[in-house]
C-alpha cells in the first residue's frame, strides 16, 4: 500500500485551483530568504544545480481554512508549503527540514524551513527562486491536507532524482517515530553520483540505524567505475524486475511479509513516465 491514505475529495481541479488562487493573495505572508545554499553545481544539460533555501518563518500570523501557520506543517503527512511566484501561480514545494527551537541552548530562535529545489532552464517557478538573493522575500504559507497514514514496519521509499528532498525526511520520521523493527529502504535514481547531496544526512541514518535504514543507489548515466563498484551502488533504470530485487528480497530478510509493507513514490512526472 502507499504509505498515505487520501481522504474525501475536496473538489474538482479548477475548484481547488480558484480556492489555492484565493488563499495565495489573502494569506500568503512574506517570507524572507536567509540561506542559499548550492548541492548540486551546474554541468550545462548534463546536470542541473540543486540549492537549498532557507526561509525565516514569518511570527504572529493568522491563517484560515486549508492554508496554515509554515511552523505547522507536518512533513511525515506530505504537507506543503506554497510560494506564491508573481504572474504566476501558488507553487507547491516540500519543506526537507522545519527547524523551530525558541528555548533551545544549541540552537537558540531558530524559526526557520528549508526547500530544496532543481532549478530548470526556462523554469518559471524554479527560475524565480533562483534568482531570489538573501534577504528578499516571497509570499508563502502552509497548506494542510487529510491524509492519514497507513501502518506497517517495512517503509519502502522510490525517489526519482530531487524527490530524495521528500523521502528522506520521510524516512527519517519513520526510524525516529515508528517501531523498533521498522525497516527503512530508499532507492534514489539519479543519473551520476554528482547528481546526488545530503551524503552527510544519509551517512548518519546509517550509523545511527545500522540495521535498520538501506540507502540504495541506482545510477543510469555513471561511467566511473569507483561510484559503480561502491556498496549499495546499482546500475539501470527502475523497472519491475529491479523493484522486485530491491524490495522484495530485503522484507524477506528482514522477516516480514508484503502485509508489513507501505510504499512511497516521489518524482517528476516525466521521470516516472519512463520507468518501464
Known amino acids: 500500500p502507499q504509505i498515505f491514505k487520501n481522504s474525501k475529495s475536496l473538489g474538482n481541479v479548477s475548484t481547488m485551483g480558484m480556492i489555492i488562487s484565493g ?14 545554499t548550492l548541492l548540486v553545481s551546474e554541468d550545462g544539460l548534463n546536470r542541473l544545480p540543486v540549492y537549498t533555501l532557507t526561509f525565516e518563518i514569518p511570527r504572529n500570523v493568522t491563517y484560515f481554512g486549508m492554508a496554515k501557520p509554515l511552523e505547522h506543517i507536518r512533513i511525515e503527512y506530505g504537507e506543503v508549503v506554497k510560494m506564491v511566484i508573481p504572474g504566476y501561480k501558488p507553487k507547491s514545494y516540500s519543506v526537507s527540514a522545519l ?4 528555548d ?17 532552464p526556462n523554469g518559471r517557478a524554479s527560475g524565480y527562486l533562483d534568482r531570489m538573493k538573501v534577504g528578499d522575500t516571497i509570499r508563502a504559507f502552509g497548506m494542510a491536507n487529510r491524509k492519514t497514514r497507513s ?4 517503509f519502502g521509499g522510490v525517489a526519482f532524482g530531487v524527490g530524495i528532498t521528500e523521502i528522506l525526511p520521510m524516512a527519517r520520521y519513520e526510524l525516529e517515530n515508528g517501531a523498533t523493527n521498522t525497516k527503512v529502504v ?3 535514481a539519479s543519473r551520476t553520483k554528482a547528481d546526488t547531496f545530503w ?3 544519509i551517512h548518519e541514518l546509517k550509523t545511527v540505524y545500522r540495521d535498520r535504514f538501506e540507502m540504495v543507489h541506482l545510477y543510469s548515466r555513471e ?3 569507483k561510484n559503480l563498484e561502491e556498496k549499495g551502488v546499482l546500475q539501470g533504470r527502475i523497472d519491475a524486475t529491479l523493484l522486485k530485487e530491491v524490495f522484495e528480497t530485503r522484507l524477506s530478510n528482514a522477516g ?3 502485509d508489513d509493507a507501505k510504499f512511497l513514490v516521489i518524482g517528476t512526472r516525466s521521470m516516472m513516465n519512463m520507468t518501464n
Do not use: Q
Open 23 to 36: 488563499l495565495a493573495s489573502i494569506f500568503g505572508k512574506p517570507t524572507k530568504l536567509i540561506r542559499k
Open 223 to 225: 561511467t566511473e567505475r
Open 99 to 102: 527547524r523551530v527551537n525558541n
Open 104 to 120: 533551545n541552548d544549541n540552537h537558540p530562535n531558530e524559526y526557520e524551513f528549508d526547500v530544496t529545489v532543481k532549478i530548470y
Open 186 to 188: 530508499v532507492l534514489w
Open 256 to 258: 516480514m511479509e508484503r
Open 199 to 201: 551524503h552527510e544526512d
Open 151 to 154: 501502518c506497517g514496519t517495512f
